[in-house]
C-alpha cells in the first residue's frame, strides 16, 4: 500500500466515531461515487451522509475515489458490467459524424442507458458492502493497537 494510501486510512481511523459508523461513511461515498448520477455525486454524497447521521467528511473523501482521472475506466467497467448482465455485446456505436446533433448522438447512445445504470448500481453496491467490512475491519485493526 502506497504512503497516501496508509495515511487516509490513518485519518479515517482516527475520527472519534464508532468503527461501524466510519465504514458506513466510507461505503455510501463509494456507493455514490459508482453510482450513474455525473455531476451529483456531491450533493449525493452529503445527503446520504446527513440521512444516515455520518461524518460528512469521510463519505466526501470515499466519494471523491470518482474524480477526472478515474471517471473514464470507472464508468467503462461498470457499463462493461452492465453489458454482460443484460447479454448485449460491447462494440463502439455507429455514428453518422456528416449529420451529428446532439438528438442522434442521444439516440445513437440510448442503446447504452439501461446496461450502464444497471452496471454502475451493480458495482456500487458491490464496491460499497466491499468497502463496509474492509473499513470496518482496517479501523478496528488501528485501534486495537
Known amino acids: 500500500m502506497s504512503f497516501r494510501v496508509r495515511e487516509r486510512l490513518r485519518q479515517i481511523a482516527g475520527f472519534h466515531d464508532t468503527p461501524h459508523r466510519i465504514a458506513l461513511a466510507v461505503a455510501l461515498g463509494i456507493f455514490t461515487a459508482l453510482t450513474p448520477t455525473i455531476g451529483l455525486h456531491t450533493i449525493t454524497a452529503l445527503s446520504l451522509a446527513w440521512l ?9 473523501m470515499a466519494t ?3 474524480n477526472p482521472w478515474t471517471i473514464a475506466p470507472i464508468y467503462t467497467g461498470c457499463l462493461l458490467v452492465g453489458l454482460a448482465l443484460t447479454g448485449r455485446p ?7 459524424w456528416n ?7 442521444l439516440d445513437v447512445l440510448s442503446a447504452y442507458l439501461a446496461p450502464f445504470v444497471l452496471g454502475t448500481l451493480l458495482v456500487g453496491l458491490l464496491g460499497a458492502v466491499a468497502a463496509y467490512f474492509f473499513t470496518r475491519w482496517a479501523v478496528a485493526r488501528h485501534r486495537a493497537g
Do not use: D, Q, Y
Not at 52 to 60: E, P, Q
Not at 99 to 105: E, F, K, P, V
Open 90 to 96: 460491447f462494440g463502439l456505436p455507429r455514428m453518422e
Open 52 to 60: 444516515f447521521r455520518v461524518s460528512k467528511a469521510i463519505t466526501l
Open 99 to 105: 449529420g451529428l446533433t446532439a438528438w442522434a448522438a
Open 64 to 66: 471523491f475515489v470518482n
